[in-house]
């Protein structure tokens, strides 16, 4: 997903007027008198900007402050926003999805992104290559979400199964805790989800567990290791609606189905199973 048509032009309206800004105090554009002109430089005359204007960001809080592009209020709080840029010595492109892009941090603790495009998706301008994908980029706040700044360099990098592995992983963890960042600004907090467990569900869950335990007597060696794996079952479903924040109990419990389990396979070979 993109920002819209008008707000990916108000970034750049923003942006540029920044990066001239920037190039004018720092003196890296001798020959540069215009915004207009500074558009039409080089990607590695603009390159140089970017990277001065990331290193000393006293110049971002000096341009909102006196403001010389005339800006609205609203404009000049976007662009001192952007002081709070990251700015990882790369990032991953783990995952397009629908709503954004997935961008996990280089540095650690690793962090997980929700990321716009701007005119076209981040697919495109990263030339559809394969992901996991390496990229050099910059992430920035802008309306409660958060975009790149514009320039996008991806690493022709392969990944073996390990690696992709493993950000799969730091990706389903940040997924399953909500812990995937969606904005930069202070201001605006995701809504934190309560997880309610329905009384209906947890009479049932309890019921089962209950009538689990009345499997006493059984038939066979196997039936009594499968009746063991039951019981042990339903505990942990009772656990899950009763306690779900109880972690370690949770762990211990499945730690017990996964014994139960290794004992049934040893019983089923006692009785000539894999023979």
């Given at each position: 997903?993109?920002?819209?048509?008008?707000?990916?032009?108000?970034?750049?309206?923003?942006?540029?007027?920044?990066?001239?800004?920037?190039?004018?105090?720092?003196?890296?554009?001798?020959?540069?008198?215009?915004?207009?002109?500074?558009?039409?430089?080089?990607?590695?005359?603009?390159?140089?900007?970017?990277?001065?204007?990331?290193?000393?960001?006293?110049?971002?809080?000096?341009?909102?402050?006196?403001?010389?592009?005339?800006?609205?209020?609203?404009?000049?709080?976007?662009?001192?926003?952007?002081?709070?840029?990251?700015?990882?010595?790369?990032?991953?492109i783990f995952r397009y999805l629908k709503r954004h892009?997935?961008?996990?941090?280089?540095?650690?603790?690793?962090?997980?992104?929700?990321?716009?495009?701007?005119?076209?998706?981040?697919?495109?301008?990263?030339?559809?290559?394969?992901?996991?994908?390496?990229?050099?980029?910059?992430?920035?706040?802008?309306?409660?979400?958060?975009?790149?700044?514009?320039?996008?360099?991806?690493?022709?990098?392969?990944?073996?199964?390990?690696?992709?592995?493993?950000?799969?992983?730091?990706?389903?963890?940040?997924?399953?805790?909500?812990?995937?960042?969606?904005?930069?600004?202070?201001?605006?907090?995701?809504?934190?989800?309560?997880?309610?467990?329905?009384?209906?569900?947890?009479?049932?869950?309890?019921?089962?567990?209950?009538?689990?335990?009345?499997?006493?007597?059984?038939?066979?060696?196997?039936?009594?290791?499968?009746?063991?794996?039951?019981?042990?079952?339903?505990?942990?479903?009772?656990?899950?609606?009763?306690?779900?924040?109880?972690?370690?109990?949770?762990?211990?419990?499945?730690?017990?189905?996964?014994?139960?389990?290794?004992?049934?396979?040893?019983?089923?070979?006692?009785?000539?199973?894999?023979?």
């Open positions: 997903m993109n920002l819209s048509h008008e707000d990916a032009k108000l970034f750049f309206k923003l942006m540029w007027q920044l990066r001239f800004y920037v190039g004018q105090q720092l003196k890296l554009l001798p020959k540069i008198n215009s915004v207009e002109e500074y558009i039409e430089t080089p990607i590695e005359q603009k390159h140089k900007v970017r990277e001065a204007m990331y290193q000393k960001r006293h110049l971002i809080e000096k341009f909102s402050d006196e403001n010389p592009a005339k800006f609205s209020a609203e404009e000049i709080e976007i662009v001192r926003g952007w002081t709070k840029a990251i700015t990882d010595e790369y990032f991953c892009a997935i961008f996990m941090s280089s540095s650690e603790p690793v962090q997980v992104y929700a990321v716009l495009g701007l005119f076209e998706p981040i697919e495109h301008v990263a030339g559809y290559q394969p992901t996991p994908l390496l990229v050099r980029a910059v992430l920035l706040p802008f309306k409660g979400c958060i975009i790149y700044d514009g320039m996008l360099a991806p690493y022709p990098i392969m990944f073996g199964s390990g690696i992709r592995g493993s950000y799969n992983e730091t990706y389903m963890r940040a997924k399953q805790r909500g812990a995937i960042i969606e904005s930069l600004d202070p201001q605006v907090v995701a809504p934190v989800e309560i997880k309610k467990i329905s009384s209906e569900l947890q009479s049932v869950v309890n019921a089962v567990a209950e009538l689990s335990e009345k499997l006493r007597k059984a038939d066979s060696k196997v039936q009594s290791q499968a009746f063991s794996i039951l019981k042990q079952s339903a505990r942990l479903a009772q656990l899950t609606v009763n306690d779900p924040d109880n972690l370690d109990e949770l762990y211990k419990s499945g730690k017990r189905i996964y014994k139960a389990t290794l004992q049934f396979e040893k019983v089923l070979e006692r009785e000539g199973w894999g023979e």
